[in-house]
């Protein structure tokens, strides 16, 4: 928790509990398969839980409606 308190809130996301990403190097999110493709093409878990406030901060950084 110290470590998420001290990244930038609006460049870094959990998206799983032991997870946080930098929004900046995913590729793509499969919100049916609920995982995070990053641009290395490594893949990490989604949680049913962060899945909205993902949708919502890849909104805000890319532009785009994901739809829901």
Do not use: H, W
Request: glycine share 6%; with cysteine.
């Amino acid at each position: 928790v110290v470590l998420e308190t001290s990244l930038p809130a609006e460049l870094f996301f959990r998206c799983y509990r032991s997870y946080i990403v930098n929004v900046k190097a995913i590729d793509y999110v499969d919100f049916t398969a609920m995982e995070v493709v990053l641009t290395s093409g490594d893949s990490i878990p989604l949680s049913r839980t962060a899945r909205d406030g993902m949708r919502e901060k890849l909104e805000q950084e890319r532009g785009q409606n994901l739809g829901t």
